[in-house]
């Protein structure tokens, strides 16, 4: 556990799981009014930032800091937290590769892929570009020898762990699997939050919606 700035620690967990799960106890505890007021907490991939303890009066944060080295925290339960699913067709270039690294054909791709729900565990690199963890462990895949200079926007894409959808056309080294057609359903400025993709929210993968619903539809609004 680190000091960040005057008002803030950085805290460091062993693990991706163990940041989600930390994350996932913190906003818990923050709804049931168990948590100092904190003004942001920003989950990365194995630490999470507390920033604006109290709202920086003297002292929260090591009091803060002493209390959180008694917390016990549970295992994250895959089916907490709202849930979105996202539009996709799975036509990417690197279907052929991907499905190589898994031992299948290329048409079971899909099959397999949208068969898993994932969960965002922290947001970076670009505007409303969240990072999904759930992929077992064998199908991870490598990134890319060789980065492309420009990913479409929309773009679905594997990378270790990870699976991301580029909200907009960015350089990028990841495995392309398919697109979702509205990928300004993405991120919003307009919308509260702008990003579809928060932490902790669970995302499954559908195929193309009907004109009756909307890309990017929440299934649940409230964290079970």
Do not use: K
Request: aromatic content about 6%.
């Amino acid at each position: 556990m680190l000091p960040a700035g005057r008002h803030g620690l950085l805290v460091e967990l062993p693990t991706g799981s163990a940041a989600e799960a930390f994350h996932a106890e913190l906003l818990r505890r923050r709804a049931l009014g168990g948590l100092p007021a904190v003004r942001e907490i920003v989950p990365g991939a194995r630490t999470v930032l507390l920033d604006g303890i109290a709202d920086g009066s003297p002292g929260a944060p090591e009091r803060l800091a002493r209390a959180l080295v008694s917390w016990r925290i549970p295992p994250l339960p895959r089916d907490a937290g709202p849930a979105v699913e996202v539009p996709v067709v799975y036509d990417g270039p690197d279907l052929a590769d991907v499905a190589a690294v898994w031992g299948v054909e290329p048409g079971d791709v899909a099959g397999i892929h949208s068969g898993i729900e994932f969960r965002v565990a922290f947001s970076g690199f670009a505007p409303g570009f969240g990072y999904l963890t759930g992929l077992p462990g064998h199908l991870r895949v490598p990134r890319r020898a060789t980065p492309r200079t420009r990913v479409p926007a929309g773009s679905l894409a594997l990378a270790g762990p990870y699976t991301g959808v580029y909200p907009r056309a960015s350089p990028g080294g990841w495995q392309l699997i398919g697109r979702t057609p509205d990928p300004d359903c993405l991120w919003n400025q307009d919308r509260d939050p702008a990003a579809l993709l928060t932490p902790g929210t669970r995302v499954r993968f559908v195929a193309p919606p009907d004109r009756h619903r909307a890309a990017g539809t929440r299934t649940e609004e409230t964290a079970r």
